[in-house]
């Protein structure tokens, strides 16, 4: 017969081969750097050295060998029971998320307190406790400190399983370590279960337990739930875009996300200018949504966000010491996972999942899964926005089209659009009745030549002047006749996607009979001042001449401010009539450096009496252009009495040409008082004079500019002007060379 030392030989045979495996479990894990993996691998090296201190000491006790080897098991089977102890409490508080301050003191004060009381026995020599039986079986004991800490740790692991078990996820492991543990109470408590290798081979059972459990959570389950995984984030992504509103995609993200965690509440946090704003909720209050805000450096939210990583807190009241997430935090919340929705490197929101205090805990495949599904909800929450932005956009151009439209058709202004081949794409109802005729349909005339209705002499003529104004301005003013009535036609250029032209016209039959009627006013009170003027002037000085000898210095004086007074009225008469003859153009070749030159040598005396330098830097080989000489003379020789009024005693008047691009620029420069910026853009107004800088004899009409203008437009230039108040202006003349 099988004796019962040969059984518990098997037995702890057995338990060895148990146990070697285990190592083999260890070394297969040992590259997972999280700490309950690592803490299980201690678990099982110190349960590999207990279960083989065991096989060696019973073995040599078997053969009746009391023997160095027989005493290095007993002590290996001593070191492997106490490190077992140690291993198993910290990893029991680990996978129970209680592994806190006092847990982490009770562990390292439990591994002291041993390493100190066994070194004091070492150093005293005193012998292990064992004996051998005479049928070969070992009885063995533990020192009465060690028994009393082993007795506490495997209290303490019990404690924790018994109020934490629901935290523990796997149910083979909730067995295991409650095998475990009731193995280590056996043989703390016991000498005679020690003797028949109980505690051992209960240990033995609850490792193999275990280890399916971790192989079961670390590798086969992961490995066979990655497909189910993928699916059920394809069913969630479906069903998060399948929703288009916000709210809707909000409140879908939060209940697939708790029930691909099967957890017990979810949340949606939103980014926007002030921080984050809650938005949706999985089983927790309504009443919070859009009332809790938190800023990017509160709450585990606003760590996740502003870290741009995710969080994992296995016990919200003990480990989290910042601000609380939502009202009610710190009472209710368990373990909490924390995952930012980022698209395109910016975190749109944050999504949060909680368990209650008494939930289980969140892992690392429960953070990779929310991680898959992070992405995903972070597009369709900016699909959701960009949608919501497109239906308010379409609905604010829908609106501005009605308003447009109804302006367009209301008009009396006709207005035309055209594509680049000149097809009609657009025209009010004005348009139509003045190019087709009244009882043509609007909608009749789309995609046919603006050509078949008008004749091509209304289009614009100067070419050249039509492509640089709408280079320059983007559109054309210029002016046209239409049966019997005169319109401003206003073009403008259509940029993409549909490239053409718009053409507005306004009708300027009434202004311009009202100018008419004005410039004849105008012109015949002019004509009609000049005489009565005349011998006002005359009689005045048949008056200074008679009266020579008896006037007063006042009378003198009085007779003075009446010259200068007539003397400016017939400066704004002249003007006047010189802006009326601007329209009337006598072209001829001119040759622009004999014009210049002479208008200049005209005003050398002036310029010396006023004590100013006046030069010239005109080109030798000047191009000859069309003009009207007598206006382009008077035009320069205005800008150069202007220079000369304005510029104080020492100054410099430069008279400059340059040619460039086919135009001849003529450049006025003084050393002036300059114009205020404020009225640079009114001084070619007609009577527009500028106030500040000015002294009280200065009596100009107001005229001058607006002629110089009136009169380079006519030759199709421009004038343009650059000063600076106190340092001078500087007025430019380009006239076109053809």
């Known amino acids: 017969m099988v004796s019962l030392t040969g059984i518990i030989l098997l037995i702890s045979g057995l338990m060895l081969t148990l146990a070697l495996g285990s190592f083999f479990i260890f070394l297969l894990l040992q590259g997972n750097r999280q700490p309950t993996i690592t803490i299980f691998n201690w678990l099982m090296l110190f349960v590999i050295i207990w279960f083989g201190g065991s096989c060696l000491s019973r073995v040599m006790a078997q053969a009746a060998v009391d023997n160095q080897l027989t005493v290095a098991g007993v002590w290996l089977l001593q070191v492997g029971f106490g490190g077992a102890c140690i291993a198993v409490y910290i990893f029991a508080a680990l996978v129970t998320g209680k592994f806190g301050l006092w847990t982490k003191l009770i562990a390292a004060t439990s591994t002291i307190l041993v390493v100190i009381y066994q070194g004091i026995l070492t150093s005293l020599d ?118 288009v509103s916000l709210d809707d995609v909000l409140q879908t993200i939060a209940a697939q996300a708790a029930e691909l965690l099967g957890t017990a509440a979810s949340a949606i946090y939103l980014r926007d200018d002030k921080g984050l704003i809650l938005k949706a909720v999985q089983n927790l209050p309504s009443e919070f949504i859009e009332q809790t805000r938190l800023s990017l450096q509160q709450g585990v939210v606003g760590l996740a966000a502003s870290s741009q990583e995710s969080q994992l807190i296995g016990d919200y009241r003990r480990e989290w010491k910042g601000e609380p997430d939502m009202p009610l935090a710190f009472e209710t919340f368990g373990a909490l996972l924390c995952v930012p929705l980022i698209f395109d490197d910016y975190v749109v929101g944050v999504l949060l999942v909680v368990e209650g205090i008494d939930g289980r805990l969140f892992d690392q495949e429960d953070m990779q899964l929310l991680q898959l599904l992070a992405p995903q909800a972070a597009v369709a929450i900016i699909n959701s926005h960009l949608f919501e932005q497109e239906r308010q956009l379409m609905s604010e151009l829908l609106t501005a089209k009605t308003q447009l439209e109804t302006v367009l058709l209301s008009t009396n202004n006709p207005v035309i659009a055209l594509d680049r081949r000149l097809r009609i794409v657009f025209a009010n109802p004005a348009a139509v009745a003045l190019t087709a005729s009244p009882d043509t349909q609007p909608r009749s005339v789309i995609y046919k030549s603006l050509l078949t209705y008008i004749d091509r002499s209304v289009l614009p003529t100067n070419l050249r002047s039509f492509v640089r104004d709408v280079h320059k301005t983007g559109s054309y003013v210029y002016e046209i006749s239409l049966h019997r009535r005169d319109y401003f036609c206003h073009i403008t250029q259509l940029t993409e996607p549909n490239r053409g032209w718009v053409i507005v016209l306004n009708d300027i039959t009434t202004l311009k009979e009202v100018d008419r009627l004005k410039s004849q006013v105008v012109r015949m009170t002019s004509h009609d001042l000049k005489n009565p003027l005349f011998a006002i002037m005359t009689y005045l000085d048949l008056i200074e001449d008679d009266g020579e000898d008896i006037f007063t210095p006042d009378i003198r004086r009085n007779i003075q401010v009446l010259r200068t007074q007539l003397d400016r009225m017939q400066r704004l008469i002249n003007g006047i009539l010189d802006l009326e003859r ?146 001078g202006s500087t007025f430019t003349i380009i006239l076109p060379l053809e």
């Open 582 to 727: 601007v329209g009337a153009l006598t072209l001829e070749t001119c040759d622009m450096r004999q014009l210049i030159l002479s208008i200049v040598n005209g005003f050398e005396d002036i310029a010396r009496t006023s004590q100013l330098i006046l030069k010239t830097e005109v080109g030798e080989d000047l191009p000859l252009l069309q003009g009207d000489p007598n206006q382009l003379g008077q035009a320069l020789a205005n800008l150069i009495d202007n220079a000369i009024k304005y510029t104080p005693k020492g100054g410099t008047i430069l008279v400059k040409t340059m040619v460039e691009d086919g135009h001849l620029a003529i450049a006025v420069s003084d050393t002036g008082i300059g114009i205020p910026e404020a009225y640079q853009a009114q001084v070619f107004d007609r009577f527009f004079r500028v106030k500040q800088g000015r002294s009280k004899e200065d009596i100009g009409s107001g005229l001058g500019l607006s002629l110089v203008k009136a009169v380079i437009e006519q030759h199709n230039g421009e004038v343009q002007l650059s000063s600076q108040e106190e340092n």
């Open 126 to 243: 005193v012998s292990l406790r064992y004996t051998i039986e005479d049928d070969g079986t070992l009885i063995y004991g533990f020192p009465r400190l060690h028994g009393l800490i082993y007795f506490g740790l495997a209290g303490g692991t019990l404690y924790l399983l018994w109020n934490n078990l629901s935290k523990i996820r796997q149910l083979s492991l909730r067995i295991g370590l409650i095998l475990f543990t009731l193995g280590l109470f056996l043989g703390i408590a016991s000498p005679s279960l020690r003797s028949f290798a109980l505690p051992e081979s209960t240990a033995t059972t609850a490792s193999a337990v275990m280890i399916y459990a971790m192989l079961q959570s670390q590798i086969i389950q992961p490995l066979i739930g990655r497909t189910r995984q993928i699916e059920a984030v394809q069913e969630v992504v479906l069903a998060i875009t399948s929703r």
